[in-house]
């Protein structure tokens, strides 16, 4: 039958849906009933409504990937969708350069659908309301979190509110993350309660544990699958599951000693980024986000308090010694040039950088000292509660609030009275609150005043326009004097930065 020369568009089911709906001339048997017969659909599936433009002019099925979808993708052509009607249903604005054509009628909505938009904003198929507000609440607040540098530097913004967002829209699991570790941050502030805006976002605890189970379930088997084309968004995920995972520091999840789980989280973000190898060919935009001071190792060793090298000297060397501590100097003394080097920036005051090398420590950790941790030996311990109180430093990122004090509490617990002689300064700062008090208590110095980095001094000036810190694979950060902000560059040399994160 040549359907071609039908007016029903030439397919069987128009004849079949005509007849159903006894469009035509009734037979002699029919009744008023039968004329109105109910419609079955014959097609099985769900049709693609958002598909790209090339696929519905081929009349293929689309997978509606974003940006390019396999078809497109198969057949070598530009994936182009058309622009998707906002939705005006949720009280929040996504997409606010959107949102103002709204009201123009619908002549508005049938120009904008005649044009190209290779990256349209729209609300993915399979997303509820509860992600939305979440996803809302992430690119209001809790990006800051992701970063000391948030809020001091755009580009780190427009990498965390921007560029992670969207490799979250083509990755199951950073996408979890991401709603995780917003639903998490709602119940953190307290967003509970009756008759009020911020009431109305909090998620119950239910949802909360969901996000979360997926998210590590999600990222487990990305990890397993290693797909090249998720490299970018392992390394991003590295990231927010440190965060995502501080949940075993509060209300019913607190574990004593939770930090020592911690620490190999910390550890695989390194390990991410070498396996993955992010700045290879193909940058990002989240290069920022994993930016390390370098450390000048000789500096650090000199301001080491000498109360922890000596605990280093009682270590006793040989098999038959019995220390089980024995062949582990060389382990315990990188990491207490890590603290040296803390140490060695405390004396210039509370500064971006300071933070910086605070948040990057315990990725900087050796698997060695890692494992020494886990097994809970004291020397390790005693040098993880240092780094504690050093972390009471940074509260600009609400996922490190609050650790220190019952961690260096456990700490003690489980070291004994014998080793409290090298937590006393660990000690001395529980319970403080005041930066400079706790400095005060780091330093054994009383009569320390912290410089002042707000005011425009020339000493000041002459600190931060006089040094630009480089990270382990050559970024610099730099000062500019006329914004006074910080940038990252990368220098001119370096033509292929692909190392990743060397070990230190």
Known sequence: ??????????????????????????????????????????????????????????????????????????????????????????????????????????????????????????????????????????????????????????????????????????????????????????????????????????????????????AFEGYRRAVEDAEPSTFPALVAGSLVLCGLSSYGFRGEDATPLYILDWLVLWRGVGVIVNLTRMRSKNPTGLEVLFFRPKIDYDAATRHIPNYLLFMLSTIKQGDDSGDPDSGAVATYYHALKLLGSLYAELLNGFNPILELRIVTLLSRLTPDFIAAARARRPRALVIIAHFLVFLKLVDNIWWMQDISDPEIRAIAAVVGPDWEPMLRIPLAAVDLADHAAIARALLEDPAWRAPDWDACSKDKHLYIQSRAWPDDTGMLLVYDPVTGRFNYRFPPEQAHPGKGLPED
């Open 1 to 214: 039958m040549d359907y071609a020369a039908r007016g029903d568009g030439g397919y069987p089911e128009a004849e079949s849906s005509a007849q159903s709906l006894s469009i035509g001339p009734a037979s002699p048997n029919s009744t008023a009933v039968d004329s109105f017969k109910p419609y079955y659909s014959k097609r099985p599936h769900r049709k693609s409504r958002t598909g790209c433009r090339n696929c519905k002019r081929r009349k293929v099925k689309c997978d509606e990937a974003r940006p390019l979808c396999r078809p497109c993708s198969f057949r070598g052509d530009t994936c182009e969708y058309p622009p998707l009607p906002v939705s005006h249903s949720s009280g929040f604005g996504f997409g606010s350069g959107s949102g103002s054509g709204s009201g123009s009628g619908s002549g508005s909505g049938s120009s904008a659908s005649s044009s190209v938009s290779p990256h349209p904003l729209f609300i993915p198929a399979g997303r509820e309301a509860v992600d939305m507000r979440l996803l809302w609440f992430y690119s209001t607040a809790t990006f800051k979190s992701l970063s000391s540098n948030s809020g001091r530097e755009p580009t780190v913004d427009h990498a965390l509110r921007v560029k992670l967002i969207e490799l979250a829209f083509s990755n199951d699991f950073l996408m979890n993350c991401l709603l995780g570790l917003a639903s998490m941050h709602m119940q953190h502030v307290g967003h509970a309660g009756s008759g009020s805006r911020s009431g109305a976002l909090d998620v119950p605890r239910s949802t909360a544990l969901l996000y979360r189970g997926q």
